[in-house]
């Protein structure tokens, strides 16, 4: 069950097997069916969650139409991190697109980690990095690129899920509507 999740944290740090055993306890199974919520709007994000098997998105709500931002897949960890840290509303979605089997972790559970193991506080730090990382270029591409681009981008970032994600996300991943997806991707289907 821990056998993706243990040997990720063990290419960051080397753990003793007390820190292996403590972090396998700390944390839950949980799965989701197609269409379930990990977390929804106004709701305080209550965990951090590793996808073992699954994919999900990230959306908000824009002039009452889902925009996307984000696909997360197996091997990747979940949350709305400023929720989860700050016990505030979010306001963004996390949706499961596939059925998702997940090892989920509690903020006290997290803290008590980071307080009693000798690299805990480096390895969630490497995290939240990576995590921040991936939202600041999101917002970057909102802000700089056209919709092609955003669309390259989709295809760069996400190559291996373009069979497992629905056109239409995709279309709200790029901020625009179905046809005008299908008409960027024959242009560049076109281009020499």
């Known amino acids: ?29 949980k799965t989701l069916s197609k269409g379930d919520f990990f977390l929804k709007e106004g709701n305080v994000c209550k965990y951090v969650g590793f996808i073992r098997k699954g994919l999900v ?48 972790i509690e903020y006290s559970h997290l803290q008590y980690i980071f307080d009693n193991t000798t690299n805990g506080n480096y390895l969630g730090r490497q995290i939240i990095e990576h995590r921040f990382d991936i939202m600041v270029n999101q917002l970057l591409a909102v802000y700089m690129q056209n919709s092609e681009q955003r669309y390259q981008k989709f295809l760069d970032e996400y190559a291996d899920l373009t069979q497992r994600i629905p056109q239409y996300l995709i279309a709200s991943y790029v901020g625009v509507k179905p046809p005008s997806l299908s008409r960027i991707r024959k242009r560049l289907q076109n281009q020499p």
Not at 10 to 17: A, T, W, Y
Not at 20 to 27: A, D, K, N
Request: proline fraction near 4%.
């Open 57 to 104: 998105r990230y959306f908000v709500l824009k002039n009452e139409e889902e925009s996307t931002f984000e696909f997360t897949k197996e091997g990747e960890f979940i949350s709305d991190y400023p929720s989860f840290n700050r016990k505030t509303i979010s306001m963004q979605n996390i949706e499961a697109i596939e059925d998702c089997e997940l090892l989920v």
């Open 1 to 29: 069950m821990y056998s993706e999740l243990l040997p990720l944290f063990n290419k960051l740090v080397q753990l003793s097997p007390q820190e292996e055993e403590l972090i396998t306890s700390s944390f839950t199974t």
